[in-house]
């Protein structure tokens, strides 16, 4: 059975939490657990690096303990925290255990595990908000680091043609598609890779992740849109958008729309 190592972050204000989110996940981080004053970071206890850990507490004078858990355990603390998510009177996201929701226009019920994703994060909230204002009807989109599934599901929801989602752990996948089944989004693919791959071109990419990630992959990414397509990217910090507009404008792409939240960004891309 598979272990994660829990790192608690203590007496961390919203804005260290934001940062700390965002370097973090680029370091092997899945999940992240915010409370008033603290943040829950958890990993693969085989991806932990410890040293990194205390070098970056230490630039920043943070305390912080860890602790193992199992797979199981992990589980159950995730449902247990996991709150249900409303995005305007578009999306809600929740549990099976919650209540319906019925002022929204999409209820997506998903099995709440550590794949990102969930809703809670402000950039899931973005993404979904800019997906309100896109025309699905005839499309095929790629969700690059597809996490939960759930904006692949939304896509799919939504009237796309084709919806494929993509993620690099073997957990999101299995989370992935069990979530499909459950909201009838089972022709949605799902495929383990790192990578965008096959030659398929896309009316629209999704790409949730992070700076390093979507840096690292924009090329790719670029393309395998079609001609005129969008590619909406978040798991960005305010900060990171002069580097984001400035590598997209290399690729030959132009922002058409922006949101933020809190301190994190959400781009479209055309």
Not at 50 to 78: D, F, H, R, V, Y
Not at 175 to 197: P, W
Request: proline share 3%; hydrophobic share 45%; with cysteine.
């Amino acid at each position: 059975m598979a272990t994660y190592t829990e790192i608690i972050f203590e007496q961390v204000n919203p804005e260290q939490s934001d940062l700390l989110i965002a370097l973090l996940s680029e370091q092997g981080f899945t999940g992240f657990e915010e409370n008033e004053n603290s943040l829950h970071a958890f990993i693969p206890a085989d991806a932990f690096n410890s040293e990194m850990l205390k070098q970056l507490a230490g630039e920043w004078q943070l305390s912080w303990s860890s602790k193992t858990i199992e797979e199981t355990n992990w589980n159950q603390l995730w449902e247990s925290s996991f709150q249900p998510v409303q995005v305007d009177d578009f999306v809600a996201i929740r549990a099976d255990f919650h209540a319906p929701v019925a002022s929204v226009m999409h209820e997506l019920v998903i099995t709440p595990k550590m794949s990102f994703g969930t809703g809670h994060h402000a950039t899931t909230f973005l993404m979904i908000r800019h997906m309100r204002a896109i025309s699905w009807q005839h499309t095929h989109v790629l969700d690059f680091g597809t996490g939960t599934g759930v904006l692949a599901i939304l896509a799919h929801r939504l009237g796309a043609e084709t919806v494929k989602g993509i993620d690099n752990d073997s957990w999101s996948i299995e989370n992935a598609q069990e979530n499909l089944v459950r909201n009838n989004a089972g022709s949605v693919q799902i495929e383990l890779a790192d990578v965008v791959t096959g030659e398929a071109l896309y009316d629209i990419i999704l790409a949730n992740i992070n700076k390093h990630i979507i840096l690292d992959q924009l090329q790719k990414l670029k393309q395998a849109l079609k001609p005129g397509g969008q590619l909406l990217v978040s798991g960005l910090l305010l900060a990171d958008e002069a580097d984001i507009n400035m590598a997209a404008a290399i690729h030959g792409l132009q922002p058409t729309a922006r949101s933020e939240k809190d301190n994190w960004l959400c781009i479209s891309f055309s």
